[in-house]
């Protein structure tokens, strides 16, 4: 029989219950929100899920602020979403602002509710960013077997494969993960990597389209093509730039394509870091009405 996940949407009236007394139990995440801020929607449903993979771990109550004031008002919650963490009938941790699954789950593991094959993907990932690639790849594989059902271990291991350029056993194992895995934020992402990383693969190497720019700093192709190389390598900022630069200089250049490419980098980027993502969306609009 499967565990039940504890959610549940508390008033004034049910608040000492589903959350002071049970906080002497469990950890209780209650999130502040209203259904008018998709934020606060988009976390609430972040945390449903998470209780869901840890049922029985932490508590999740949900309080509507249009229909709980004065909760609100107890609380001096100022900014929607609120998380306020309850542990021994106390506040002892409050997070403002939209959380996203990495901080979610490292808030979590701090209260004790995470899985061991995750902290073994983060000490894969160090070892990944370290230069040590291989003890990462081990690491991984071992986590998997620990863990099978985690399908975010079998997504790193894709994403140290693009890193290492073996993006055909990138594609394979991507391949061979459930659709509803691919459709996820970090699903998302990868396929996005992988697409330009392939694309990249295929262009003139990086030395040769520096020094192409050095000499014909406007030479579409090579802006073009640079800005596929860099996307490549995760330099965002830099890859779109010269994306930007393309359509400035000739929108219907390649059929229109550098705008395409800016828009589908902005897609990408979007669930790591929105703030990045708003900033090509301001400047794909300002591109549009100039």
Excluded: C
């Excluded at 950890?27 to 609430?44: H, N, Q, R, T």
């Excluded at 291991?157 to 391949?175: G, K, P, T, Y």
């Amino acid at each position: 029989m499967e565990k039940e996940a504890y959610i549940f949407e508390v008033s004034k009236e049910s608040f000492g219950k589903y959350v002071h007394l049970n906080s002497y139990k469990l950890p209780v995440l209650v999130e502040f929100l209203s259904g008018w801020s998709d934020p606060a929607v988009l976390m609430s449903d972040l945390f449903s899920t998470l209780a869901k993979e840890f049922p029985q771990a932490f508590i999740f109550a949900k309080v509507d602020i249009d229909e709980q004031p004065d909760l609100v008002e107890e609380y001096n919650v100022k900014n929607i979403p609120t998380l306020l963490v309850f542990k021994d009938g106390k506040v002892v941790r409050i997070e403002e602002g939209q959380l996203q699954e990495v901080e979610a789950r490292r808030l979590l593991k701090e209260f004790g509710v995470f899985r061991e094959s995750d902290a073994m993907r983060e000490q894969a990932r160090d070892k990944h960013l370290s230069g040590d690639t291989s003890a990462a790849i081990i690491l991984l594989t071992e986590a998997i077997q620990l863990d099978p059902g985690n399908t975010r271990i079998a997504m790193d291991m894709v994403q140290v494969f693009i890193d290492i350029s073996e993006l055909e056993q990138a594609r394979d194992l991507f391949s061979r993960l459930p659709e509803s895995v691919k459709e996820t934020d970090m699903g998302k992402a990868l396929t996005g990597q992988l697409v330009f990383a392939e694309m990249a693969a295929k262009l003139p190497p990086l030395a040769r389209l520096q020094d192409t720019l050095a000499n014909s700093p406007d030479d579409l192709d090579a802006n073009f093509d640079m800005g596929i190389r860099l996307v490549s390598l995760y330099q965002y900022e830099d890859a779109m730039n010269h994306l930007f630069k393309v359509v400035n200089l000739d929108p219907t250049h390649r059929d229109g394509a550098a705008r395409e490419m800016a828009i589908a980098v902005t897609n990408m980027v979007a669930p790591i870091n929105n703030d990045m993502a708003q900033e090509f969306r301001r400047r794909l609009a300002n591109s549009l009405s100039a």
